[in-house]
Every structure is written in structure tokens, then in C-alpha cells.
């Protein structure tokens, strides 16, 4: 069995079994609520969206790994190899996940969300990037969070709650340990304006993103091989 294969089968595990309908109407509800209040600049709008995104995005990543049978995600394991089965996983919750980010960012076009007004372009492109900066952290919290690591259910949502309310209170400007939690807040803030925030704070931002998601992603590789 091929990693595409088995990425290809997670997903349409994920879409047929309806477990996608519920993140999808919080998505729904998360973006009408940012976009019903009128216009805003599009990196304002686009920053605050892929923050908010965060937690509904690592929840559908959970989901997605949590739709495969242990027993059957055992026997993917032996047959493709642990490095390959876990990043299988991975992979459709990113694809699921920048699909999402994707449908996001037409969004406020609907509900004329956007200030057409006010550095349109340059404020897309760096909405883009904000959505792009909190997709690989999203996936490593739900994967952090799934069955095969937490071992439990009670525990997976204990996991995904709490890291979910830290990335926005450690997230918080003047918060005593931000690098504690992937920058999803500290992005929303450096675009919260009409100028475009310095090349030097953007560098910032990828930086921290990345070295975030490297402990993370690192964290769970280890926790698999020890786990399963």
C-alpha cells in the first residue's frame, strides 16, 4: 500500500462517514460571525479569520485521524511502515485543512467582508500567509490530541481544549511565555491595520511558526513510535 493510497483512504473515510459535517458548521458559524459585521481591510479580515480558524481546524484534524479503527491503523502501520502511516495522517489532515483555508479566504467576498477600499492585494497575500501559518501548527495540535497518542477520548479533547485556550491566552499581547504557543494571535495582531506590517516582523512570524511546529510534530513522531 502506497502513502497516496492510504492518504486518499483517510479521506474519503473523513467525508463519507459524515464526520466532516460538524467542523464544517462550525467553520460556517466562525466565519459569519467575523464577516456579518461589515467590511473590514483584508489583512485585518484575513488575520483574525485564520486565528479563529486555528482551534476548528486542529478539532477536524483530530477527527480525521480519529476515523480510523486502531485495529485497522495497526494494520497500516505493518503494511506501509510507522513513518509512512503517520505521515499519511498528516497529510490528509493538512490537505482537509488548506482546503478549509481555502474556502476561507473567498468567504468575506459573500459577505462583502472586504474593504475594497484599502490595499486589497498586498492584504490577500498576507492573509494568505496568516491562513498558511496556522494550518501545520493546527495539524500537529489535532494530531497531538488524536486517539492513537492521548489514548482516549476524554483525553484527546482534554489535550485540544487546553492547547486551544493557551494559544490565545499565551497569545495575548504582554503574555509571560508567547513562544509557549504557535503565533496564530500574534499574526492577527501584526495585521490588525492598513499598513503592511515590517518585513522583519513577518520573518519573525515564520520563524516562530516553524520552530514551533518542528518541537510539535517531533513530539508526536515520538509519542507514536513509543505508543502504538
Same mark, same amino acid.
Given at each position: 500500500m502506497r502513502t497516496e493510497r492510504l492518504v486518499r483512504m483517510r479521506l474519503a473515510g473523513f467525508l463519507r462517514g459524515g464526520r466532516i459535517l460538524a467542523p464544517a458548521i462550525a467553520v460556517l458559524v466562525v466565519l459569519g460571525v467575523i464577516y456579518g459585521g461589515g467590511a473590514s481591510p483584508a489583512?485585518?479580515?484575513?488575520?483574525?479569520?485564520?486565528?479563529?480558524? =486555528?482551534?476548528?481546524?486542529?478539532?477536524?484534524s483530530k477527527l480525521l485521524l480519529d476515523t480510523e479503527p486502531d485495529t485497522q491503523r495497526r494494520l497500516a502501520r505493518v503494511a506501509v511502515g510507522g513513518r509512512r502511516e503517520a505521515l499519511a495522517g498528516l497529510l490528509a489532515a493538512?490537505?482537509? *485543512?488548506?482546503?478549509?483555508?481555502?474556502? *476561507?479566504?473567498? *468567504?468575506?467576498w459573500v459577505f462583502n467582508g472586504?474593504?475594497?477600499?484599502?490595499? !486589497?492585494?498586498?492584504?490577500t497575500l498576507l492573509g494568505v500567509l496568516a491562513?498558511?501559518?496556522?494550518?501545520?501548527?493546527?495539524?500537529?495540535?489535532? @494530531?497531538?490530541?488524536?486517539? @492513537?497518542?492521548t489514548r482516549g477520548v476524554r483525553n484527546g479533547i482534554a489535550v485540544l481544549v487546553t492547547a486551544a485556550v493557551? @494559544? $490565545?491566552v499565551l497569545g495575548l499581547q504582554g503574555s509571560v511565555a508567547p513562544w509557549l504557543v504557535p503565533p496564530v494571535m500574534a499574526t492577527a495582531? *501584526?495585521?490588525n491595520? !492598513?499598513?503592511?506590517?515590517? $518585513?522583519?516582523?513577518?520573518?519573525?512570524?515564520?520563524?516562530? @511558526? !516553524?520552530?514551533?511546529?518542528?518541537?510539535? =510534530?517531533?513530539?508526536?513522531?515520538?509519542?507514536?513510535?513509543?505508543?502504538t
Open positions: 489583512a485585518t479580515a484575513y488575520g483574525y479569520s485564520a486565528a479563529a480558524l =486555528f482551534p476548528v481546524l486542529a478539532w477536524q493538512g490537505l482537509l *485543512a488548506l482546503l478549509v483555508c481555502a474556502l *476561507a479566504m473567498g *468567504a468575506p472586504i474593504d475594497t477600499g484599502k490595499a !486589497v492585494v498586498s492584504g491562513h498558511l501559518l496556522a494550518v501545520p501548527p493546527a495539524v500537529a495540535l489535532g @494530531a497531538l490530541a488524536s486517539r @492513537a497518542v493557551l @494559544a $490565545v495582531r *501584526a495585521l491595520g !492598513v499598513e503592511p506590517p515590517p $518585513v522583519a516582523t513577518v520573518a519573525v512570524l515564520v520563524v516562530w @511558526a !516553524v520552530l514551533w511546529c518542528g518541537v510539535a =510534530f517531533g513530539a508526536y513522531a515520538h509519542l507514536r513510535r513509543t505508543r
